[in-house]
């Protein structure tokens, strides 16, 4: 299993796509395309979770994070 955030990343990149989009006057012409690349940059972040997911794994757990300071009720 590996230590990259995916999680965090996958939710990450579509709020700050989502910000800079936002914060683009009204108008501008690369808006939709800029959108449409940040949603592609989504599904590829995605697909690529999807591929580091082991199906014959014996833990519990997959793909999960654990920061410090943060308690799980699990």
Known sequence: MTDFPWL???LLVPMVGAAVVAGMPRGFA??????????????L????????????????Y?????YPGFRSSV
């Open 8 to 10: 965090t990343l996958l």
């Open 30 to 43: 690369k808006s939709r395309e800029l959108a449409m690349g940040i949603s592609l940059v989504t599904l």
């Open 45 to 60: 972040l995605g697909v690529l979770m999807a591929f580091q997911f082991d199906i014959g794994s014996s833990t519990q």
């Open 62 to 66: 997959q793909l999960s994070e654990v």
